[in-house]
């Protein structure tokens, strides 16, 4: 069982770039969200999604982009990369059963903006 | 939503109990208080949840006060793999279900 997969695990950009964050969970959950995390800071929520075809803002949501297509993927887009989103990125899924709402996430990439 | 506070820091012996507060005074009647830790670098992992009863799992305990306005987790025999940031979190249900926002945490060291 693989749980929460991110890839890249590591990524450099140049100012300017677009890329896309991959994320992909196998088991079967409602809920998936993006997360970015600077240093010394907590977890900041950037995008989230209920359910395939449903997504919405999270705290820091400019300058990315989401879909849901599926329940199992939730690509992250960077449309044009700045050096404010050198960060460290995590997604998380969770199944949507009432006030469960138990996160598992992945093993983050870390994105460098030059 | 609810906020919660807690200190930025704390240490504790090897073996020893480690009792991480958390104060979450704005909390409503049906808000869960859930807490996350993470290890240097890696995803954040759940450790536990509650919603006004104590609760206690392999990794755990979590004692809520009667009027539910702080909690505490409790790790019964720290070990150094515990070194960890731990984060208090009320999931916000002001909007939808599900989002769970993450503060500073505190920044637990286990010493030998």
Redesign the interface.
Known sequence: NAG?TQTPKFQVLKTGQSMTLQCAQDMNHE?M?W?RQDP??????IH?S?GAGIT?Q??VPNGYNVSRSTTEDFPLRLLSAAPSQTS?Y?C?S?P?QG?N????????TQLSVL | DAKTTQPPSMDCAEGRAANLPCNHSTISG?E?V?W?RQIH??????II?G?KNNETNEMASLIITEDRKSSTLILPHATLRDTAVY?CIV?DRGS??????????TQLTVWP
């Open positions: 929460v809920y969200s997360y010394g800071m907590g977890l900041r929520l989230y209920v919405d999270g705290e460290v995590f998380a969770s949507l006030a709402e138990k996160l598992f996430f992945g093993s983050g | 049906n869960y859930y996350y670098s890696q995803g954040p992992q759940y949840h919603l984060y999931p939808t279900l599900g989002r769970l926002y993450f503060g500073r945490g």
